[in-house]
């Protein structure tokens, strides 16, 4: 099995900064790609920012310029640093991963979410 865990979520003021973590382990082969999506209340869940294993990066339009995805491999950890945050980036962070389990005798891919961070940016 493979287990994700999200760190470093909490308050803070508007012009701010946090660093979220997550850190997946268990049965991993490989980590194919890795990434932060998030979920504000009554809205769906939506793309922050993504990273594959050779260090292409994608980021939701909201947030370029702002946040930064950055993973160690040694670790199979990801991160996310947030800066210059506004009251509309508070939401759920969830993390993502993609593995290649080292349990099963296939390269199929796996998915697995993290159980959420909360963020709240005050104004």
């Known amino acids: 099995q493979v287990q994700v865990v999200e760190s470093g979520g909490g308050l803070v003021q508007a012009g701010g900064s946090l660093r979220l973590s997550c850190a997946a382990s268990?049965?991993?082969?490989?980590?194919?790609?890795m990434g932060w999506y998030r979920q504000a209340p009554g809205k769906q869940r939506e793309l922050v920012a993504t990273?594959?294993?050779?260090?292409?990066?994608k980021y939701g339009d909201s947030v370029k310029g702002r946040f930064t995805i950055s993973r160690d491999n040694a670790k199979n950890t990801v991160y996310l640093q947030m800066s210059s945050l506004k009251p509309e980036d508070t939401a759920v962070y969830y993390c993502?991963?993609?593995?290649?389990?080292?349990?099963?005798?296939?390269?199929?891919?796996?998915?697995?979410w993290g159980q959420g961070t909360q963020v709240t940016v005050s104004s």
């Open positions: 993502n991963v993609v593995v290649v389990r080292s349990d099963t005798w296939s390269a199929r891919e796996y998915e697995y």
């Open positions: 268990g049965s991993i082969f490989s980590i194919n790609g």
């Open positions: 990273i594959t294993s050779g260090g292409s990066t």
